[in-house]
């Protein structure tokens, strides 16, 4: 589509780039100059979100949904910036010879030596609001500004970081009038993911609460205007990315849980094990480890399948999930192997009746799987204590994998 001679020369020579991405927000084709918006370490790539590489997107679903269906002929948002370059991007679609549509993006550079990018970026609003709303008569230029700017919170903060003027957009967020927020603190409102803010510095990442006590998470542009040789401010620009702290939680999640049985994983018990063996250092307060396998586990899969194998592991997670305490932790480490973690015990006689307790609620909770198929479950078991019997996580784990193997054979 790109692969044209023509287009990229008009890129080049008019300081323009170009991406064309599908409904879905995956990446058709691109000039090579959009990278210069890029960073380092991330690779543009085909097929991949456009999300991922240009936050200015997020939260346009609807906006593009009415471009697609034609509600709308274009896009526009202005003055943005990224990597120091100040540019616009104006967003259309046309449908390719075979009928298939596309949004096609154009990135137009601004000049980022500015000295009144608050008039201009006004200028340009009300200007463009002018020409989409002239038909319903509409009056009040300020208001045309508030409209396009809905989504797009702004406030401006001295040296200090005091609020010298809001927009609309931010004061509906909160509910306030201006008179609430000029004069105070930004950090009243917007809260960093850092402990502290600095009088002078803004985090690229804002909190802040809304009317409905949810919890908005904002990328924040920090953009230095000098209004004359002697004063200064910084004009702070805020997008929902609230979609991305989201999908970054679920990650968070994933990375730290079993998919399968929503356990925690190795590397979640790995890291409550490093953290308690520094907490008890100094004190030698006990912790254990028990390893739990299970039975025959191989036999079920090879005889009803992997279907009824996953089945089993998750009633398994069920089962040790209801048999220990809050403070505990139950693992899965991979196949039919468990690990529980009892942070702290009276004695090593409660351990072991908390173990025989495991042992005969998995006699007495069997996998119901249909009418016709009930799977017993039996365990093996191995225990290793804190510091009685290591000290490093490795051995300790070591340890208890070589007892619960050791009763395995015993039992099998």
């Known amino acids: 589509m790109i692969e044209s001679l023509i287009l990229p020369i008009i890129c080049n020579k008019y300081n323009i780039s170009c991406v064309l991405f599908k409904k879905d927000f995956k990446i058709v084709e691109f000039t090579d100059n959009l990278k210069d918006f890029i960073s380092v370490s991330d690779e543009l790539a085909l097929d991949k979100d456009i999300r991922d590489f240009f936050w200015e997107f997020i939260g346009l679903e609807e906006k593009l949904d009415d471009l697609y269906n034609n509600k709308k002929k274009y896009l526009h948002i202005p003055m943005l910036?990224?990597?120091?370059?100040?540019?616009?991007?104006?967003?259309?679609?046309?449908?390719?010879?075979?009928?298939?549509?596309?949004?096609?993006?154009?990135?137009?550079?601004?000049?980022?030596?500015?000295?009144?990018?608050?008039?201009?970026?006004?200028?340009?609003?009300?200007?463009?609001?002018?020409?989409?709303?002239?038909?319903?008569?509409?009056?009040?230029?300020?208001i045309y500004f508030n409209l396009i700017n809905q989504k797009l919170i702004s406030f401006h903060i001295d040296v200090k970081g005091i609020i010298t003027d809001v927009n609309m957009a931010c004061l509906v967020f909160f509910g306030l009038e201006e008179t609430d927020m000029v004069g105070e603190h930004f950090s009243k409102f917007f809260f960093s993911r850092e402990i502290k803010i600095s009088f002078c510095e803004v985090s690229n990442i804002l909190r802040a609460v809304n009317l409905e006590g949810i919890d908005i998470f904002f990328h924040a542009d920090v953009i230095p205007i000098r209004l004359d040789k002697n004063k200064s401010e910084?004009?702070?620009?805020?997008?929902?990315?609230?979609?991305?702290?989201?999908?970054?939680?679920?990650?968070?999640?994933?990375?730290?849980?079993?998919?399968?049985?929503?356990?925690?994983?190795?590397?979640?018990?790995?890291?409550?094990i490093e953290q308690l063996i520094l907490k008890n250092k100094a004190t030698k307060k006990s912790f254990?480890?028990?390893?739990?396998?299970?039975?025959?586990?191989?036999?079920?899969?090879?005889?009803?399948?992997?279907?009824?194998?996953?089945?089993?592991?998750?009633h398994v997670g069920?089962?040790?999930?209801?048999?220990?305490?809050?403070?505990?932790?139950?693992?899965?480490?991979?196949?039919?192997?468990?690990?529980?973690?009892?942070?702290?015990?009276?004695?090593?006689?409660?351990?072991?009746?908390?173990?025989?307790?495991?042992?005969?609620?998995?006699?007495?909770?069997?996998?119901?799987?249909?009418?016709?198929?009930?799977?017993?479950?039996?365990?093996?078991?191995?225990?290793?204590?804190?510091?009685?019997?290591?000290?490093?996580?490795?051995?300790?784990?070591?340890?208890?994998?070589?007892?619960?193997?050791?009763?395995?054979?015993?039992?099998?």
């Open 318 to 412: 069920d089962v040790l999930s209801k048999v220990i305490r809050e403070e505990d932790t139950i693992a899965r480490l991979g196949g039919d192997e468990f690990v529980i973690l009892f942070e702290e015990f009276e004695s090593e006689e409660y351990l072991d009746k908390t173990l025989k307790r495991i042992e005969e609620i998995s006699k007495k909770t069997p996998l119901l799987y249909n009418e016709n198929l009930t799977i017993p479950l039996t365990f093996s078991l191995g225990v290793s204590i804190y510091p009685k019997d290591a000290e490093d996580m490795e051995t300790l784990l070591n340890i208890a994998d070589e007892k619960m193997y050791k009763n395995k054979g015993i039992r099998i």
């Open 81 to 142: 910036l990224k990597k120091d370059i100040f540019y616009d991007i104006n967003i259309e679609t046309f449908s390719a010879k075979n009928n298939e549509k596309f949004f096609i993006v154009m990135f137009t550079r601004q000049s980022s030596n500015s000295l009144t990018y608050s008039k201009t970026i006004q200028n340009i609003n009300q200007e463009n609001l002018k020409y989409e709303y002239e038909k319903q008569d509409i009056q009040n230029n300020q």
């Open 234 to 272: 910084n004009i702070v620009i805020c997008q929902d990315i609230t979609h991305l702290k989201k999908i970054e939680s679920e990650l968070e999640y994933a990375v730290n849980h079993d998919s399968l049985t929503g356990l925690p994983n190795r590397l979640m018990l790995t890291k409550k």
């Open 288 to 314: 254990a480890l028990c390893f739990v396998d299970l039975n025959k586990f191989k036999n079920v899969n090879d005889e009803y399948g992997h279907h009824v194998g996953d089945m089993l592991l998750k």
